[in-house]
Nanobody
Framework: QVQLVESGGGLVQAGDSLRLSCAAS????????MGWFRQAPGKEREFVAV????????RYADSVKGRFTISRDNAKNTVYLQMNSLKPEDTAVYSC????????????????????WGQGTQVTVSS
């Protein structure tokens, strides 16, 4: 069982930066690939970024590539999403997801039934 708690959301202006954090419980955090997804009002949840269990592999949605950076600190059981040059279209509830992958350097971009999810944190970017 993994419990995830996101933090760091807020209201910012276009061009500003935010860093989201997702703190995980449990002793096997380093065996989970971690992803960030977002859902805007009236839209489906979409993939943002993912990082492998060891941190060696990452992948980003085209819409955030070059602006967002995902990272993790396995000693702190935390994954981060650094968001720079924020745009109004980045406004959404951001949630982190965990998927057990063992030591394999694999990532995921679509949710599956046994992923663990946090409650989400609101990011609002004003123009």
């Amino acid at each position: 069982q993994v419990q995830l708690v996101e933090s760091g959301g807020g209201l910012v202006q276009a061009g500003d930066s935010l860093r989201l954090s997702c703190a995980a419980s449990g002793r096997t955090f380093s065996r989970y690939a971690m992803g960030w997804f977002r859902q805007a009002p009236g839209k489906e949840r979409e993939f943002v970024a993912v990082i492998s269990s060891s941190g060696t592999s990452t992948r980003y949605a085209d819409s955030v590539k070059g602006r967002f950076t995902i990272s993790r600190d396995n000693a702190k059981n935390t994954v981060y999403l650094q968001m720079n040059s924020l745009k109004p279209e980045d406004t959404a509830v951001y949630s982190c997801a965990a998927r057990y992958t063992g030591i394999l350097s694999v990532v995921f971009t679509t949710p599956q039934y046994d992923d663990y999810w946090g409650q989400g944190t609101q990011v609002t970017v004003s123009s």
